[in-house]
């Protein structure tokens, strides 16, 4: 398959959001009833108080209501289970009819799933934001339909960067160093955070990379993640940030997002990349916080627009146990305005459909969060139509990290990745 980034995931990729909890059903695997649809959905909260559970329970009520004769049987998984436990279904003959979860395109590729125009109206397949339908489709075909999406841009603590004077938030690498200085001199725990820790260092790398005019692909859409302008963007942020200790006390290679948020809303952050939802964390705890796009190197200057990576997570139907046109009825159903964008404002994410995004019109979007949604307009996605992709992004999440370390030499590094990636592609 030709390996392309379209467009701007979920971290993806998921948006990695949070922890396991029970689910809105006690059903098996999928196959069965043929008047119940089953659902297969990742638990984005992290307590009993934000499970998603509430939310589906009420879907499924409204659906049947408005659907009489069809069910929704819900089942909900954590992150760090969905994508293997899904897996083990479909080899298992006993596929969910609908997942939602942080990939697609392995499925697509080996034929299990329908695509977008056997399911969905034209006007409904029309509706989704453009970045995200680019990044759901192999080839000219949609399988992945986005469901909701973030993208990061740069906070910055205001009161730390009153304290330390900076007068504007950075637009170069030059501008960061300086202000990750100012900060440390007063005392700053993390002038700037980078977390490249295991659990979401793809999203970290992939932001510097693409500020360098680099990436995870060329303009041919092949992987290319030790390009000359890859391996320039590690050698300038081991040199330039984590040597000279802008960038805290922890080792980059041990930080993870998780982490670096808290500190973040502890006060001890000057700056980190972040999404919709971390604004909106710091504001509750009083912290002002500001947003701008992430600087560029100096090689590219200021005329360069500035780079904004997102992420989404995927709804996907399989075709394994027949009920095309019932979950046909069900993805008009939960692509309708206001059942996406109350789970969009639930997460603090964004939906994923021009009708949804507009404000008021399908719930309306707050000021923080429309800036985000302007910048996913732009953004890059990870490569998530490329079967080989969930491989390649665990890999450059396990290994980038050595890249900033004292006795690590990023273009070594940045070879081994490509080279694990070469042979995770030859198997798809």
Known sequence: MRRRISGTTATTAVLGLLIPLAGCSSSGDGAGDGGTL???????????????????????????????GIKLDVKLLPWADIDREVSRMVKAGKAPDVALMGSYSDFAAQGKLYPADELLSVTAEANFLQPLADAGSVGNTLYGLPFVASSRLLFYNEALFAKAGIKEPPKTWSDLKSDAKALKD????????????????????????????????????NYSLASDQNIGTWDWVKKEMVAPGFTGPTPPSQLNRADAFAAFLRGEVGMVNGYPSLAHEARAKGIGVQTTSMPVSDNLGTGVPPPTVGVADWMMAFKQNGKRAEIGKFLEFIYQDKNLSDFADRYHLLPSTVTASRTPTGGGLDKNDTQFLNALRGAQLYPVNDPSWLTVSDTIKRNIGRAVEPTGNPKAVLEDIAGQAAQASKKH
Not at 38 to 48: I, Q, R
């Open 38 to 68: 089953y659902l297969v959905a990742a638990e984005y909260g992290d307590s009993p108080a934000t499970s998603s559970k509430p939310y589906w329970e009420k879907m499924a009520a409204d659906f049947t209501e408005a659907n009489p």
């Open 186 to 221: 007063k005392g700053v725990k993390y002038p700037y955070a980078l977390p490249l820790g295991p659990e979401e260092a793809h999203a970290e790398a992939l932001i510097w990379e693409l500020s360098n005019g680099g990436g995870y692909a060329d303009s041919s859409g």
